[in-house]
């Protein structure tokens, strides 16, 4: 495995004005709803969203996420998973998702150090996004930054929800 490089912090920023609408909608519409209450808590102070918190899980370092894993834990309900894929595979859609391996300076993968990973300039063809804490577990860090890597279908198919939280 080969390490990524680091993201600077114009591309961190970049990544959170992209992801930030898409988030915080979601946690509006479901601030009500039962299933999301262990998620709105973590990312509310005083019974509001506080956009710090929410912040820390677009945007937030490794640290950030244990963090956000261990206060939130994990989430199995279909229905919540379905909603924070939603946004990540919108993310995926448009054009900063598509760019963002390119952004970051991945070209290769990093877990198999073999295959290329590159976006094309027809916008045919991205990386895949591989979740290093998986979207089935913590679907709430579907969108996370430093925890979408940039890889090849095969290394993402291997893996696929293997629990790197432990």
């Known amino acids: 495995m080969i390490r990524l490089p680091e993201?600077?912090?114009e591309n961190a920023e970049k990544f959170y004005q992209d992801t930030y609408p898409s988030m915080i909608k979601l946690l509006l519409n479901y601030k009500q709803v039962a299933i999301f209450k262990d998620i709105v808590d973590y990312c509310s102070m005083d019974g509001e969203l506080d956009n710090q918190?929410?912040?820390?899980i677009l945007i937030g370092d490794i640290s950030d996420l244990k963090d956000a894993i261990t206060q939130i834990g994990t989430i199995t309900?279909?229905?919540?998973?379905?909603e924070f894929n939603r946004i990540y595979k919108n993310f995926c859609?448009?054009?900063f998702g598509k760019k963002?391996?390119?952004?970051?300076?991945v070209s290769v993968c990093p877990y198999c150090n073999r295959s290329y990973v590159f976006t094309s300039k027809e916008g045919g063809t991205r990386p895949q996004y591989d979740h290093y804490f998986p979207k089935s577990k913590y679907p709430y860090l579907a969108l996370s930054m430093h925890n979408l890597i940039p890889c090849c279908a095969i290394c993402n198919t291997l893996k696929h929800d293997e629990d790197t939280y432990k």
């Not at 309900?77 to 379905?82: A, F, P, R, T």
């Not at 963002?100 to 300076?105: E, F, H, L, T, V």
């Open 53 to 56: 918190k929410i912040r820390k």
């Open 93 to 95: 859609n448009r054009e």
């Open 7 to 9: 993201i600077t912090k």
């Open 100 to 105: 963002w391996a390119q952004m970051i300076g």
């Open 77 to 82: 309900n279909i229905d919540v998973q379905k």
